[in-house]
């Protein structure tokens, strides 16, 4: 049983737990840690997607963050990120590698194998430059079937346009291209 910290608006956790299942049952406020990872290739920023494990509670099969997940009740965003890295990615990263892009907080409502999903989340934001191949990635089974490299502007276009079964954000793309993409972290 995952046990998560119930949130206020910004993320500060209230004194009060609830199980993962709950959070999602009921659109209970939590925590969760996203990263993004992207490279340099032919002089064009890509950005690695997962491919969402067909078993997932929520979007399956549908293309998403490079890593992400649920934090924990007692950690923390960044202590959540490099373990979902390592375990979802088998990536071994520092916290200074990571770059802060900032806090998000959403919510939604959909069906997902004839269940109500109810989201309900606060989400720190990270980009993390990383230069290898798809195929040198340990992917965790369990949670992803795939991952690939996308150019930028695909990705983009794929998301607004709809080009592909996506759960990113827009908003989450553009928090990434101001603070890592327009920046000169892999120069």
């Not at 276009?157 to 920046?183: F, H, Q, W, Y």
């Amino acid at each position: 049983m995952e046990l998560l910290d119930i949130v206020d608006e910004n993320g500060t956790p209230t004194g009060k737990t609830v199980t993962r299942e709950a959070a999602h049952r009921c659109g209970i406020r939590h925590r969760t840690s996203h990263v993004w990872i992207l490279r340099k290739h032919n002089g064009q920023t890509q950005v690695l997607l997962q491919k969402r494990s067909l078993d997932k509670d929520s979007y399956p099969g549908c293309y998403d963050i490079s890593s992400a997940g649920h934090i924990p009740s007692g950690q923390g965003f960044l202590e959540s990120a490099l373990r979902e890295l390592k375990e979802e990615l088998g990536v071994d990263a520092a916290e200074e590698e990571l770059i802060y892009c900032g806090r998000r907080q959403f919510e939604y409502r959909k069906m997902f194998h004839g269940q109500e999903f109810w989201d309900n989340q606060v989400s720190n934001v990270y980009a993390l430059w990383r230069d290898q191949e798809a195929g040198e990635f340990t992917v965790q089974k369990s949670e992803v079937d795939d991952v690939l490299w996308m150019d930028w502007d695909r990705c983009i276009d794929m998301v607004k346009n709809g080009k592909a079964p996506n759960c990113i954000r827009i908003t989450e793309l553009e928090m990434i291209s101001s603070a890592a993409v327009a920046g000169t972290a892999a120069d």
